[in-house]
């Protein structure tokens, strides 16, 4: 069974990046991983209008 995380927490990209990046072995790694998250879709930002996933460019 997977575990979701509570919807209602709050984490900046800041916040992200420094978590992925403290379970990276180097920075190539992390930008891996980061680039992964967005591709998949599960990084969702929350705007005025509600909330809006969001995809790397």
Do not use: W
Request: glycine share 6%.
């Amino acid at each position: 069974m997977k575990k979701h995380t509570n919807p209602k927490h709050i984490t900046s990209l800041g916040d992200l990046v420094a978590t992925v990046s403290s379970y990276a072995r180097n920075e190539r790694e992390t930008l891996a991983a980061i680039q992964d998250l967005f591709s998949r879709g599960s990084v969702v930002a929350k705007t005025p209008h509600g909330s809006k996933r969001l995809k790397l460019a």
